[in-house]
């Protein structure tokens, strides 16, 4: 299992590939893009709600991580197993993320979803191309303080 130093996740039993995470946050970049090229807000409430299905669930319903297996099989990158806590933890975040975006867009609000949406795009791209998992450093430094009170 993978670690990042000085960083405290929620730690469960559970573990997911890593290279399909990574795999599926680039899945995340494209859609999002899509969903601000189209001005949609309806593609940005399917992305919400598989992120909550992966957030409030195993994730098996997941059309996103059904299909980012699917290519992380096809392209033969492996098993990489790491804590499933962090990513679930950072699914809901980006679950937020994207129901902020549809909201910015259903109001017509479209700087507030453009910068929403270049969030939600940047730490995509932090996970997909260089493994770093932004929702670890949230929980460690606004979450786990709130807890230990």
């Known amino acids: 299992m993978e670690t990042y130093p000085h960083v405290i996740c929620p730690v469960s039993s559970d573990s997911i590939n890593e290279n399909a995470a990574r795999v599926n946050a680039f899945f995340t ?3 999002v893009g ?3 090229y189209q001005n949609n807000y309806f593609i940005s409430l399917i992305l919400g709600f598989d992120f909550s299905l992966r957030t409030f669930s195993s994730g098996q ?3 996103l991580r059904f299909f980012a297996k699917q290519l ?3 392209l ?7 804590n499933a806590s962090p ?3 950072a699914a809901g975040v980006a679950m937020v993320f994207s129901f902020f975006i549809a909201s910015f867009q ?3 609000l479209s700087l507030y979803a453009n910068i929403t949406a270049g969030l939600l795009i940047f730490f995509a791209l932090l996970e997909g191309g260089l493994g770093f998992c932004m929702g670890c450093y949230i929980y460690t430094y606004f979450v786990l303080p709130f807890k230990s009170k």
Do not use: M, Q
């Open 29 to 31: 970049v494209a859609i």
């Open 61 to 63: 319903y997941s059309s």
């Open 106 to 108: 259903i109001f017509d």
């Open 72 to 74: 992380t099989s096809l």
């Open 76 to 82: 033969r990158l492996g098993l990489k197993p790491i």
């Open 34 to 36: 899509l969903a601000l």
């Open 87 to 89: 990513k679930r933890f």
